[in-house]
Structures are given as structure tokens and as C-alpha cells.
């Protein structure tokens, strides 16, 4: 439980309908994999990109950063968001999650870029790791033994528009997460 009166909080990329249907065939086709029991697996409505992780803040740091964002993030153009192949995450000799990558990291990086720049703005400390989007399948229960091999596994090639970010608000559960909207800030469409 976060300390008193704050909540534990992260900026996503909420996705679409056939994004979370890409997934699941995905994770269709790890499943007869040796390790595939020691993952436990995203619900479908969990699925997200997280742009950048909070951690536990104050309700008035969520309320000044919705304002940040609303600016910075107004300035990013919407684009489109496309899943390309599966990987292990931080590597697949220690890995500790399962995760879709996506194509073209470049816009989504200006999207976090536009985050991390409210975060700061709104009193947060800077972020020092390398922003690596993803979407996470599953997370190791207890990590494999060895490397793990994804060759030849795949997952379709789908594409969404990306109009907004959500803040959300991440309630620990020992039957995993409870994820509620805290805020929703749109993209740039160009049109002013
Ligand atoms: O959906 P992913 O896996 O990309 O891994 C957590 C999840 O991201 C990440 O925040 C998202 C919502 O829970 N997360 C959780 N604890 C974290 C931490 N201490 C963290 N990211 C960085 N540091």
C-alpha cells in the first residue's frame, strides 16, 4: 500500500480492442513452451503501454500533472502504433518480462519525451533509465533457468492510432493489478 494520501500511479498508452486480440494469439503461441507456466499473464483489460512509472505521488502532484500534460502532450501529432515481434525483457538470458514490441520507436518516444518533460514540470524527478516501449505480456513468477528463445514465435502485425495518454492509478492485488483512470489528455491532430 502506498504511504498515506498518496497513490501509486504511471502515464500509458491505452490500447485498442485488436491490439489486445494480437496479444492473446500471441501469448496462444508461447504457451507450449517449457517456461510458459512460470508467467503469469496480463489480463487483457491491464494491457497498456506504460510511458512512464510514478511510482506512490500525492493526488495534488496527479491534479498538477494532468495540467502539465494537457500542454506538452497537445503538442505531439497523433500516429499510428504498430506491433512488431516479442521480446524478453531486460534480455532473454535474465529475463524477467514478456513483452510486444513495437515498430518504430520514434513517435512514441516524443510522446514520452512530452511525459517526462510534464513530469518534471509538475515537480517530479527526472527519469535517468532509457525509455524502452513495449507492451507487457506476462512477468516471470521465477525467472527461467538459461537463456529463453522466442524464434519463429510472432505476433500480427497490428496497427492503432494513438490519440491520448491516460494516467492511471495501479492498486496492488495479489490477483494482479487494479488499474482506474485518474486523467485522459489528447494528442495533436494539427488542427488548431
Ligand atoms: O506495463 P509495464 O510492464 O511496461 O512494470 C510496471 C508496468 O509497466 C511498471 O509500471 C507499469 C505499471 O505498473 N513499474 C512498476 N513498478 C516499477 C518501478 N519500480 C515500474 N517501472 C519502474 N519502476
Redesign the pocket.
Known amino acids: 500500500m502506498p504511504p498515506d494520501g498518496k497513490l501509486?500511479a504511471?502515464v500509458?498508452i491505452d490500447v485498442s480492442p485488436e491490439i489486445r486480440d494480437a496479444l492473446a494469439a500471441a501469448r496462444g503461441e508461447l504457451a507450449d513452451l517449457p517456461w510458459a507456466g512460470d508467467v503469469r499473464w496480463?489480463r487483457a483489460e491491464n494491457?497498456?503501454?506504460?510511458l512512464r512509472?510514478l511510482?506512490d505521488v500525492e493526488r495534488s502532484f496527479c491534479v498538477e500533472l494532468v495540467r502539465e500534460l494537457e500542454r506538452r502532450v497537445a503538442e505531439v501529432p497523433v500516429f499510428d502504433l504498430s506491433l512488431v515481434g516479442l521480446v524478453a525483457f531486460p534480455s532473454a538470458r535474465r529475463p524477467r518480462?514478456i513483452?510486444a514490441g513495437v515498430e518504430d520507436d520514434a513517435p512514441v518516444t516524443q510522446l514520452a519525451r512530452a511525459v517526462e518533460a510534464a513530469v518534471v514540470a509538475a515537480g517530479g524527478e527526472a527519469e535517468e533509465?532509457r525509455f524502452r516501449p513495449?507492451?507487457?505480456l506476462g512477468?516471470f513468477r521465477k525467472p527461467p533457468r538459461g537463456k529463453i528463445d522466442l524464434a519463429g514465435r510472432e505476433v500480427a502485425p497490428v496497427t492503432m492510432s494513438v490519440c491520448e495518454a491516460v494516467l492511471?492509478r495501479?492498486e496492488l492485488d495479489p490477483n494482479g493489478?487494479k488499474?482506474s483512470t485518474l486523467g485522459r489528455v489528447a494528442l495533436g491532430t494539427g488542427v488548431d
Open positions: 501509486r504511471f500509458a496480463v494491457q497498456h503501454l506504460t512509472f511510482g518480462v513483452a533509465r513495449h507492451i507487457t512477468r492511471l495501479s493489478a488499474y
